[in-house]
């Protein structure tokens, strides 16, 4: 599918790039779709045999490719509600009670699955399902809504592992668009993720992978017209999970293309971030286990910047605008003087940023020029010491803050 062909294609640009040469072409994947992550949320049930811990099939054993796809609406599934001890406000059960829906704010957001940690035993049921409705505002500014006339909705979710979080949210009626974010902990924590219902449309849908912890959904309703109210809507919404994931067997468990650390569901596995955070140069993901990097050396690396914090701004003397977009950081350590070319690519096809800083990341060492073709690259020759390399967001904002990173080592 999609990812399959990004990789391959990003693999071949650092190759490229590896011999001196830079041509090959930026990734190509289309950027206009973004259906692949409902995609994912839309397989949560497919394999649950070879989730992680899972011994229901042999890891040689492939999954079983004839479970028939879930339907793409929200209808709720015929076989799983009951089925395991889902309480009682599941939206399923609510809507058959005929109860009103429920207000749902920051301050007392309603709790998806009951407040059970969600990881690693899951809900059996394909989605969860809950109506409530719009009240005032009382978070803060979500980045994919603007300002003006709003309605708000918070749902709490609690989980005991990185999983894929997939959220439909549709608000009933017209004239009004559909706004999420997820935010860390409460309706001011950091933002992770924030999409949209298409222009004109009222339904919201796509997922992200969000890492252990309590997170809020915030859902938006964003009046289209004039006159329109904001609050007191009806939304109906959605969650599924997806978490299938293992990081560590060398198989695609999930056949989404992307095997073990290349699979944005392990992002911030230990296993794939060597327990390191990345997020700054305090505790930077490293090169090599942080000992010398071998002359030759090509290293590659999947990550995201969702949800990161904005440590680093290139300035105006390097490629990119300064988005105050999030980064995060790898260490690497020269025991010579070599050539370092890094690059990369977010999973959409959109080029990022790469920039080297010194040790202690006060001074940005090198970095893509201000005027720069279709395939950015950063190209600098150090001394011998302790560098780092920040990925950061570049000209043009990538739908998926998911990327693929390349650093290339070679004597000078
Ligand atoms: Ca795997
Ligand atoms: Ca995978
Ligand atoms: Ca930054
Ligand atoms: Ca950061």
Known sequence: MQIRGRTILVLALGLAMGCGGGSAGSPDADAGDVSGVS???????????????????????????????????????????????????????????????????????????????????????????????????????ISCAVDGSQGEAAFRLVLGKSLLVGIA??????????????????????????????????????????????WVAVVRTIPTAAGTDPLGRTLEVSFWFEDSEDCTDGIDNNEDGDTDCEDPLCFLDDHCTGGHQGEDCTDPFLVENGQPVAP???????????????????????????HQGGDVVWRFVLDREMTVEGSMGFFDGTPGHVYLMDETCGHVEACIPPVFGEEPFVLATLPAGTWHAVADYGEARPVDPSFEIFLIFDEP
């Not at 009682?88 to 998806?112: F, K, R, W």
């Not at 290293?299 to 904005?310: I, K, S």
């Not at 440590?311 to 390097?318: E, H, L, M, S, Y």
């Open 296 to 322: 030759g050396t090509t290293f590659n690396a999947h990550q995201t910047l969702a949800g990161r914090r904005d440590d680093f701004q290139p300035g105006p003397g390097c490629w990119a605008n300064d």
């Open 39 to 141: 995609d994912l949320g839309t397989t949560t049930d497919e394999s649950p045999a070879d989730r992680p811990g899972s011994d229901a099939l042999p890891d040689d054993v492939p999954p079983p490719d004839d479970v028939p796809p879930l339907p793409d609406d929200a209808s709720p599934p015929s076989d799983g509600i009951g089925s395991d001890s889902s309480g009682p406000e599941t939206a399923e059960e609510t809507s058959d009670e005929g109860a009103p829906p429920v207000g749902a704010t920051c301050e007392a957001p309603l709790s998806v699955w009951d407040g059970r940690t969600l990881g690693p035993d899951l809900p059996d049921t394909d989605e969860l399902n809950y109506e409530v409705v719009t009240g005032p505002v009382t978070g803060a500014g």
């Open 169 to 214: 949210a549709e608000a009933v009626g017209g004239d009004v668009e559909v706004a999420v974010a997820f935010r860390r902990e409460d309706c001011a924590g950091t933002e992770a993720d924030c999409f949209t219902s298409p222009a004109g449309r009222n339904i919201a849908e796509d997922g992200a992978v969000l890492t252990p912890g309590t």
